[in-house]
């Protein structure tokens, strides 16, 4: 690996280990190894480095999601669609309790971006990517059969009870719901059924 790269991966270290506001531009020097000079060089300045690891660390952590078992291309672990989103929610959940490091720090850069509008912007410009994804992943489908209308309406929803989920998962990780539970009130939601 170039300079780049150590940088870039030296910052996501970083975010993991000290988050996203408390990471200094030394500390990405003595996690990547490279000199202070090379991050002004490579990525303009150190925010616009952690706004990139920010990117870089969710897409990573969104594939290895995608590759979680039954969650292959074409493979749809159920017919029924309900079983199927509880089944899926199943996983995300695992995923989200077995990484509290990389959830802490997505939770932190969430609540920096009312404050932060190169982080917004960021942020903003991959968002509809990541719908597209989590639609791809509920769905057992490439990202490629995805339609912009579905990746818009139904990756917001999913994007939301992402997010709920996860700063949930922080509070009281203890009393996350499971999937089959996300399912029922999903069911009592749109049919009125009392679970």
Not at 143 to 152: F, P
Not at 159 to 171: D, E, I, K, N, R
Request: charged share 25%; hydrophobic share 45%.
């Amino acid at each position: 690996m170039g300079h780049r790269e150590d940088l870039l991966e030296g910052a996501k270290r970083c975010l993991l280990e000290k988050g996203y506001a408390r990471t200094t531009a030394r500390d990405i020097v003595a996690a990547s190894g490279a000199n202070l000079a090379s991050i002004g060089y490579h990525y303009g300045s150190k925010d616009a480095l952690m706004r990139q690891a920010v990117i870089a660390s969710s897409e990573e952590w969104g594939a290895s999601m995608a590759e979680a078992p039954a969650a292959t291309e074409g493979t749809r672990t159920s017919a029924d669609p309900l079983e199927r989103f509880a089944e899926t929610w199943d996983r995300v959940l695992q995923h989200i309790a077995t990484e509290p490091e990389f959830i802490a720090a997505q939770v932190e850069v969430l609540g920096l971006l009312p404050r932060d509008e190169g982080l917004r912007e960021a942020i903003g410009a991959v968002l509809p990517e990541g719908g597209e994804g989590l639609v791809a992943i509920f769905e057992g489908v490439p990202d490629t059969e995805v339609d912009a209308e579905a990746a818009r309406v139904v990756g917001s929803f999913y994007q939301a009870l992402l997010t709920g989920l996860m700063v949930q998962s922080l509070v009281t990780p203890d009393a996350l719901p499971t999937g089959h539970d996300l399912a029922a009130a999903l069911r009592r939601v749109t049919s009125g059924q009392v679970l």
